[in-house]
């Protein structure tokens, strides 16, 4: 469970990087590449820790936090985005009938 764990929240982050670099593979293989090569130098799995759950336990949590701050930080530009469209849409109709937009 603690692996497919780890795997989801993965899932996220490489989906995160790839949407944010335009769609770059290479971003995305890159990434890959440095997270293997920290789990290789860094005996995290339990095989290597005697059995130990905690390394791995510690690991697969940061990446879940990793993954929900992307997930948080691209809904609220979203939503900033979103706000700032509607704001820009609703100034310039009132532009268009002669009235002035409101000061926020």
């Known amino acids: ?61 940061v990446e879940a936090l990793i993954a929900l701050t992307a997930v948080l930080v691209t809904r609220c530009r979203q939503r900033t985005a979103r706000l700032a469209n509607i704001a820009e849409q609703g100034s310039s109709t009132l532009v268009k009938q002669g009235r002035s937009a409101p000061v926020v």
């Not at 290479?26 to 390394?55: E, I």
């Open 1 to 61: 469970m603690l692996f497919l764990g780890g795997c989801i929240a993965e899932t996220f982050i490489y989906t995160w990087l790839f949407n944010g670099s335009g769609g770059s593979v290479p971003v995305c293989m890159v990434f890959h590449s440095a997270t293997n090569l920290a789990l290789t130098l860094t005996p995290v799995f339990p095989d290597r820790q005697g059995g130990k759950l905690l390394p791995y336990l510690l690991f697969t949590t």
